[in-house]
């Protein structure tokens, strides 16, 4: 199968590009590097070092002897989009190229404006590229369980049947997301909805849980192969920010009361689903939802976990909740789809965590503690960003978000326009820069 991976030099993009790969599919990578610029923006880093994209494929290139396409731009950019559709004939497009951290969405208006403009921009352009060249690609794309938020009732995958006035019908599941995050993923939802029974595209919507883990059986074949690990209070996920705290003897900073609770699954089985959904498209015309996670957790348990499985004494501690979410709240969320299809989990287990410990403890010398405290305030509308390793204050922005000193990566400047890809970095000869469409 030829199969896209967009935003392949992500958390999940790249592992996901390199399980592909191994499997026999032939895949292009697709990314503009904003990630990247994020972490410049916010003066944080990933824990375990990521070498530059075009290193990365050469590595995979040399170990597997699997060659991987890739497109340096920007899905705001709908000619780019177009033509990387041209130029690889896809069947299947796997979406993972969004801003998805929540956080750096409430950080204020201008980091809002450019989350959402970036997601549904670029989705939408996808949509309207697939249409446009060839309606029978599968699209695989990447939502969250934190669409649904917390009803006080079962969560569906994806709809519900509802009886109104003595008529049934079923229809999409409410959404009540608790960030303009999580709101972006909605609006893309039912644009991909809307766009699959208008045209009669394929599609399938992930709505994945929270990811834990850092080592995929590729990942670990080169220290090149490695992706990031974010522990950051804006970027780093409940489960590896939990385990780099306990390396560095801090407590684990539980936010509110810690019942929150969360789907949440291993990084293996985002690999396993996403294939699962490729290997089993829908028919045409189809929209479907699969709730993409194995168990659920509250925070709580999370910490404890972490707790038990470090040889260090870790203590948890609760500290204010910056978030604006219920706490004590009813969580019991539908997932049959995904293991129906097969679906063999990696559920948690204490060799998980000793494994995540192990990697936060080999890169220690890395941590900044100062990223681990969380600047971001819900309930404000403009929260100071994070401060950068030396202490000092992060990068001011400019009007337009330009981390100053920084104008050659694809921080969230202004949505609509990407950097040129020679700005970008990418090594010439080593990535595909398309073709004007
Ligand atoms: N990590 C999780 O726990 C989690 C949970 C639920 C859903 N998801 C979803 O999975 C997807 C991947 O998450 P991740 O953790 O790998 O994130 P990530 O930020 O590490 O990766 C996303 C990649 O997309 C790229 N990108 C962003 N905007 C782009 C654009 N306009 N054009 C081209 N490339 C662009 C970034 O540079 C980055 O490399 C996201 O859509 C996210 O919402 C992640």
């Not at 948690?348 to 600047?375: F, K, M, Y």
């Amino acid at each position: 199968m030829r199969i896209i991976v967009l935003g392949g030099d992500g958390y999940l993009g790249w592992p996901t590009a390199l399980h592909l790969s191994r499997r026999g599919h032939t895949v292009a990578l697709v990314d503009n590097l904003a990630r990247r610029g994020y972490d410049i923006e916010m003066g944080v880093d990933s824990l375990v070092p990521i070498v530059p994209l075009a290193e990365r494929i050469q590595r995979w290139d040399e170990v597997s002897g699997n060659r991987l396409d890739a497109f340096v731009g920007d899905l705001t950019d709908a000619s780019f989009v177009d033509s990387v559709l041209r130029q690889f004939e896809p069947d299947t497009i796997v979406h993972f190229a969004e801003q998805r951290s929540a956080p750096y969405s409430m950080i204020d208006r201008h980091h809002a404006v450019y989350t959402q403009v970036n997601n549904v921009v670029g989705t939408l352009n996808l949509l309207y590229a697939v249409a446009e060249r060839d309606p029978s690609i599968h699209l695989v794309k990447l939502g969250t369980m934190g669409e649904y938020g917390t009803p006080d009732i079962d969560i569906e995958e994806g709809f519900i049947e509802i009886t109104h006035k003595g008529r049934t019908d079923v229809l999409p599941y409410p959404k009540q997301p608790g960030s303009f995050y999580h709101l972006s993923k909605v609006h893309d939802s039912h644009n991909i909805m809307f766009a699959s029974r208008t045209w009669g595209l394929r599609a399938t919507d992930l709505n994945q849980g929270i990811v834990y883990g850092q080592e995929t059986p590729e990942t670990t074949l080169h220290p090149d192969l490695a992706t990031r690990f974010d522990y950051d209070a804006v970027f780093g996920t409940v489960l590896n920010r939990f385990a780099v705290q306990a390396v560095m003897d801090h407590p684990l900073t539980v936010y509110g009361t810690g019942s929150q609770t969360r789907g949440m699954l291993d990084i293996r089985d985002t690999l396993a689903c996403v294939e699962l959904a490729c290997l089993n498209p829908p028919q045409a015309g189809e929209y479907r939802v699969f709730n993409q996670f194995t168990e659920s957790f509250s925070v709580d348990e999370i910490a404890q976990f972490v707790a038990d499985a470090s040889p260090r004494a870790v203590r948890v501690e609760h500290i204010e909740n910056p978030r604006v979410e219920k706490q004590d709240h009813y969580y019991r969320a539908a997932h049959t789809k995904l293991l129906d299809l097969g679906l063999a989990p990696h559920l948690l287990e204490r060799r998980t965590i000793t494994s995540l410990l192990a990697v936060a403890e080999r890169h220690r010398q890395r941590i900044d503690p100062a990223a681990v405290q969380p600047t971001v305030n819900w309930r404000a509308t403009a929260s100071p960003i994070a401060t950068s390793p030396a202490g000092t204050a992060a990068p001011s922005l400019s009007p337009n978000g330009v981390a100053a000193g920084h104008t050659a990566h694809a921080s969230p400047s202004s949505p609509r326009t990407s950097p040129p890809l020679a700005s970008i970095g990418a090594p010439a000869g080593s990535l595909t820069e398309p073709s004007a469409p």
